[in-house]
């Protein structure tokens, strides 16, 4: 496969660290210093179907295929408003396409495992153009006075078209079953039969366990798949990486032993935007001019599961 479009939408509301420190025990200086987040945008009066759609009608435009031109919709989505449907019939609806959609909630790690089903897909159906939507509002999942978890988050949608090609040179994903690590559990509708206790609450997460699950598997994920495509850390050309916090991202960058300049960075704006931050990362490069045709990027990702992916793509735009 390769890609042939991007693009992304965020929520209009800038949320400060200085906001952060009217309702809760903690500072800018502590934010930016523990993670390089400086803001991040969160979702006030919008809905995520409606950026998930911008985000996919942009990537659309970007690649130059109309609706009717999509011949499957993949969507990464941990939650939304809608328990169901799955919010890629609900893109589907708003982009006006009439191809199938599938629902994916793999987490952080989304889009990796979404581009590694796309390039199924085009090699044994008859595909041409596959949409890739990758939309999260990690806000409506916080305790927002856990000031450990929440400062971290920020919402946004990404998206991707990808056609047939030959740009995918290695993909590798993995989920090792670690729930404790970080999760979140809501209470479901009451029922005459129930007798069980149910919790309901925002995301729990072991932030020094995540950090070391973050930087250990990344690091074993990227080894792989530069031995898969037989090439090593230097003929990278840039590391697209899940963008969480600069230190997981710094810590990679020392195991490479690659210039900082090859690992861009927009946590500092946006905090982590879950699935989207790849892709969203992606098309903030693509449009401004920062990608070069025949460059080797490596993407790698991680989140709740735990789950972990990589690949190394040829950015052919
Ligand atoms: N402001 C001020 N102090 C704080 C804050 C805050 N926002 N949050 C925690 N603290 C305090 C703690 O209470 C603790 O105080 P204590 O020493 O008195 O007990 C102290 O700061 C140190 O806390 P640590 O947890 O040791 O801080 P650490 O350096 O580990 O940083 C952090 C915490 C930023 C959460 C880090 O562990 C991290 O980034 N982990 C990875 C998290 C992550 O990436 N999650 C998402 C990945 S998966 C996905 O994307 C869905």
Same mark, same amino acid.
């Given at each position: 496969?390769?890609?042939?479009?991007?693009?992304? %939408?965020?929520?209009?509301?800038?949320?400060?660290?200085?906001?952060?420190?009217?309702?809760?025990?903690?500072? /800018?200086?502590?934010?930016?210093? $523990?993670?390089?987040?400086?803001?991040?945008?969160?979702?006030?009066?919008?809905?995520?179907?409606?950026?998930?759609?911008?985000?996919?009608?942009?990537?659309?435009?970007? +690649?130059?295929?109309?609706?009717? !031109?999509?011949?499957?919709?993949?969507?990464?989505?941990?939650?939304?408003?809608?328990?169901?449907?799955?919010?890629?019939?609900?893109?589907?609806?708003?982009?006006?396409?009439?191809?199938?959609?599938?629902?994916?909630?793999?987490?952080?790690?989304?889009?990796?495992?979404?581009?590694?089903?796309?390039?199924?897909?085009?090699?044994?159906? /008859?595909?041409?153009?596959?949409?890739?939507?990758? %939309?999260?509002?990690?806000?409506?999942?916080?305790?927002?006075?856990?000031?450990?978890?929440?400062? &971290?988050?920020?919402?946004?949608?990404?998206?991707?078209?990808?056609?047939?090609?030959?740009?995918?040179?290695?993909?590798?994903?993995?989920?090792?079953?670690?729930?404790?690590? &970080?999760? !979140?559990?809501?209470?479901?509708?009451?029922?005459?039969? &129930?007798?069980?206790?149910?919790?309901?609450?925002?995301?729990?997460?072991?932030? !020094?366990?995540?950090?070391?699950?973050?930087?250990?598997?990344?690091?074993?994920?990227?080894?792989?798949?530069?031995?898969?495509?037989?090439?090593?850390?230097?003929?990278? /050309? &840039?590391?697209?990486?899940?963008? +969480?916090?600069? $230190?997981?991202?710094?810590?990679?960058?020392?195991?490479?032993?690659?210039?900082?300049?090859?690992?861009?960075?927009?946590?500092?704006?946006?905090?982590?935007?879950?699935?989207?931050?790849?892709?969203?990362?992606?098309?903030?490069?693509?449009?401004?001019?920062?990608?070069?045709?025949?460059?080797?990027?490596?993407?790698? %990702?991680?989140?709740?599961?735990?789950?972990?992916? +990589?690949?190394?793509?040829?950015?052919?735009?």
């Amino acid at each position: 496969m390769r890609i042939i479009g991007t693009g992304s %939408a965020r929520p209009s509301l800038v949320v400060t660290n200085a906001m952060l420190e009217n309702f809760l025990d903690t500072s /800018d200086e502590w934010i930016v210093t $523990r993670t390089g987040i400086h803001e991040r945008r969160v979702i006030s009066s919008e809905n995520l179907e409606d950026l998930a759609s911008t985000a996919a009608l942009r990537a659309m435009e970007d +690649a130059g295929v109309t609706p009717e !031109q999509i011949d499957f919709i993949i969507c990464s989505n941990v939650v939304n408003e809608y328990v169901t449907p799955g919010l890629g019939c609900i893109i589907q609806g708003k982009i006006g396409a009439t191809c199938p959609t599938m629902d994916i909630n793999c987490a952080c790690t989304g889009f990796i495992y979404a581009l590694d089903i796309a390039e199924s897909y085009l090699a044994t159906k /008859d595909m041409k153009n596959i949409l890739i939507v990758c %939309a999260e509002e990690p806000s409506r999942m916080m305790n927002w006075k856990d000031r450990s978890s929440c400062i &971290l988050f920020g919402d946004a949608a990404g998206a991707a078209v990808v056609t047939k090609g030959d740009d995918l040179k290695a993909i590798r994903l993995s989920t090792h079953c670690k729930v404790e690590a &970080l999760y !979140q559990k809501r209470k479901l509708q009451p029922t005459p039969f &129930l007798t069980k206790e149910e919790s309901d609450g925002g995301v729990v997460m072991n932030g !020094q366990d995540v950090f070391k699950l973050a930087v250990s598997s990344s690091i074993k994920d990227i080894d792989k798949v530069l031995g898969m495509a037989g090439i090593t850390a230097d003929d990278i /050309d &840039l590391y697209v990486l899940h963008q +969480a916090n600069v $230190r997981i991202i710094e810590a990679i960058q020392h195991f490479v032993k690659q210039d900082r300049s090859k690992f861009p960075v927009n946590l500092n704006k946006y905090g982590n935007v879950s699935s989207a931050s790849i892709p969203a990362l992606l098309d903030d490069l693509n449009r401004g001019n920062k990608l070069r045709t025949g460059e080797m990027l490596l993407l790698s %990702a991680f989140g709740a599961g735990f789950t972990t992916g +990589a690949c190394i793509l040829r950015w052919s735009k």
